[in-house]
């Protein structure tokens, strides 16, 4: 790869990098307004924990979230044990 082709997909990269951030930003913001105390909370706690999910910690915060936000839309209740499987295995 030639050094401009390598400046291309460096420039490409840090495009999207800020765009995802941007995306990013404007979740937690609109989470933020118009998500309910336990929808905000869990979201904090998820952060709190570094917004990874290579951790256990991270991966039952992820879940929480997911059960909380899920239970507010109105749908039909899910497990934590299902929706943990469905995003982990």
């Not at 336990?38 to 997911?66: H, M, N």
């Not at 507010?72 to 499987?85: K, L, N, P, W």
Request: hydrophobic fraction near 40%; proline fraction near 1%; aromatic fraction near 6%.
């Amino acid at each position: 790869m030639t050094r401009a082709q390598n400046e291309k997909r460096d420039a490409q990269s840090l495009l999207e990098e800020r765009e995802g951030s941007v995306i990013v930003t404007d979740t937690r913001s609109r989470i933020g307004i118009y998500g309910s105390a336990a929808v905000v909370r869990e979201l904090s706690k998820f952060i709190s924990l570094g917004t990874q999910t290579l951790t256990p910690e991270g991966r039952q915060a992820f879940a929480e979230l997911c059960t909380v936000m899920r239970a507010e839309a109105a749908r039909e209740r899910a497990s934590f044990e299902d929706i943990s499987r469905i995003l982990f295995s």
